[in-house]
């Protein structure tokens, strides 16, 4: 399956998540839904991955964890808040490198409609020639 596929079947049955359910609920709630539909869609879908990352010789064992990593190409960072703040692009654009993937999807059920809170993180850049990320672009 193709990276845009698989994108694009998850903004799909996010969309329709947020069409029956409505904002309102708790993120692991939706998650949880996200997760058995894309499953459902024949997706391999990881929930909670354990990421560990390495500083300065010093190795972090699971230090954090993304909600959903979607056939092993796309981390997804569910939200449900009014408005998204610019730390929640920080943080899944840290996921996504940490990772080492070229797209993340963060996805509000917060907001009002899903194309409102929905943002797509691009890390498309070789790390060899350039240090430079992309977001949004």
């Not at 990276?3 to 694009?8: G, I």
């Not at 391999?44 to 500083?55: A, I, K, Y």
């Not at 907001?111 to 020639?129: C, Q, S």
């Amino acid at each position: 399956m193709e990276l845009d596929d698989v994108t694009e079947a998850i903004v799909g049955a996010s969309i329709a998540i947020h069409r029956e359910l409505g904002p309102g609920l708790l993120e692991s709630v939706y998650a949880l839904v996200l997760a058995a539909s894309l499953a459902r869609r024949g997706l391999r879908v990881q929930r909670e991955l354990p990421v560990s990352f390495t500083h300065d010789g010093m190795h972090f064992e699971h230090a954090f964890r993304a909600d959903l990593l979607v056939e092993e190409c796309v981390v997804v960072e569910v939200k449900s808040v009014e408005k998204l703040a610019h730390v929640h692009t920080k943080q899944l654009l840290t996921y996504v490198r940490l990772l080492d993937l070229r797209v993340g999807l963060l996805l509000n059920f917060g907001a009002g409609t899903m194309r409102e809170g929905l943002k797509r993180v691009v890390n498309d850049l070789d790390p060899t020639t350039s240090p430079a990320l992309r977001v949004n672009r």
